[in-house]
């Protein structure tokens, strides 16, 4: 099944199981849209779903995080080839974000700026997406 949008409910079970005050590393897992799949044709010019991803949710997402403490990009890399795992259960692109805490993660998620500016272009890109909160070992 495919999932390309948070759920309240599991992103405030993740707030509370998460150390406060801790950084927080975000995993995720990325399958692109061939073609962006926006709503509305006045969201810009068709491309890509990695496209949109990359050039247009990326810049204002980077712009909307910047209050809440910023984020950093740990790792972003193409997927090229599935070692161990299902056969149907590929991905095209994986990246892991630090943010200076879960409820800076969440402050973001909530801000108006983030959900008309960023927001609608990770809808269009992604036809699958998977977001795991973590913190580092040791």
Known sequence: MSSTQINPDDLEAAA???????????LNLLRFHPQAQYT????????SGQDAYL???LPAFN???QPYGGS??????????????????????????RYPSISSFQHLLNDPGY??????HRRAA????????TTALG
């Open 16 to 26: 509370a199981a998460f150390p406060a005050d801790t950084p927080l590393f975000m």
């Open 63 to 65: 712009t909307a995080v």
């Open 115 to 120: 959900q008309t500016t960023a927001e609608p």
């Open 72 to 97: 950093e990009l740990v790792f972003a890399g193409i997927v090229i080839a599935r070692v161990v795992g299902p056969v149907d259960d590929s991905w095209d692109a994986v990246g892991v974000a």
């Open 126 to 133: 992604l036809a699958d997406w998977r977001l795991y909160a």
């Open 55 to 57: 050039t247009r949710y």
């Open 40 to 47: 509305s044709t006045s969201d810009g010019e068709p491309c």
